[in-house]
């Protein structure tokens, strides 16, 4: 079994209400991640989630499609896919960085702007971002 991780963005729709939206998909996702073995990383701010997923290809990928469905969300990318030896999220079967987490500073860090769009930054610069904000545990639970 290979494990791969992927990374994409895509656009907060008219559907998405905010709050408690992201407790829903945050309760869902760690639920159901246990059972499939998938760890992960999401943030959302400025209109533009920003998720990262592990685990199996094939778990991943049929996570990724479902995903898809969701309504709240429009316009995916995959900005990075990469076959991996070992995870960087696996303590978490969803860890959350909330909007208020995303400073300009950090997003210019890898960005070219200081106002967070990962449709405008590179697979690596997410990534990069996402280790950084879980290593020194900006993370919420």
Known sequence: MHLIRMIYASKISSRFTGEEDIESILANS???NQVINISGILCYSNDYFLQCLEGSRINVNQLYHKILLDDR????????YDEIVERDFAEWGMAYLPPSKITGTLVSKYSGDRKFNPYSMSG????????EMALFNIVKQ
Do not use: E, G, Q, V
């Open 124 to 131: 690596d610069s997410c990534y990069a971002m996402l280790k």
């Open 73 to 80: 969300h429009y316009d995916p990318a995959i900005l990075k």
């Open 30 to 32: 760690r639920d159901n």
